[in-house]
């Protein structure tokens, strides 16, 4: 696709927002609708891959962490960057405020059996995004991700 026509189609793609019950089980309907939002734009095989590991990360932890033992929403906010040739997903919810990009890098030169638990997933996501920014604002977690599409 000519890279004019390109800027054009992607300045085309209208914002969306994507809600679901904060469950682990729903991560992968999120997974499902931001491929189906993608679904006109030239994205290799590797990167739809990132994508899909980055939303099951960041969902799941909201679905385990976020509300505790109740249950709560999610939403998905989704948009293009023409300039940058990226995919905005802008997680929220209500949640307890966390910051995950707080959260101590972890040792993975370390034996498996030698490291503590959690924190890899997040470094995943850091390791897959082209940038990462959090806030906390009007009751909401708000973790903002971008992720180049070519």
Not at 22 to 38: D, G, T, V, W, Y
Not at 40 to 65: G, K, Q
Not at 68 to 96: C, E, N, P, Q, Y
Request: with cysteine; glycine share 4%; aromatic share 10%.
């Amino acid at each position: 696709m000519a890279d004019h026509k390109l800027h054009e189609h992607i300045k085309a793609a209208l914002p969306s927002t994507i809600t679901l019950d904060a469950i682990p089980e729903n991560f992968a309907s999120a997974q499902e609708q931001i491929r189906n939002f993608l679904d006109s734009f030239p994205c290799s095989m590797r990167t739809l891959l990132e994508l899909d590991m980055i939303v099951e990360e960041v969902f799941i932890n909201i679905a385990n962490y976020a509300y505790g033992k109740l249950t709560g929403k999610a939403w998905i906010d989704l948009s293009l960057d023409k300039d940058s040739h990226s995919l905005v997903m802008t997680f929220r919810d209500k949640g307890t405020p966390y910051n995950p990009l707080e959260k101590e890098t972890p040792d993975i030169s370390s034996p498996a059996e030698m490291r503590s638990i959690g924190g890899l997933g997040i470094f995943l996501v850091q390791e897959y995004a082209d940038s990462l920014s959090y806030q906390y604002a009007d009751g909401e977690n708000r973790l903002t991700i971008r992720k180049k599409l070519f």
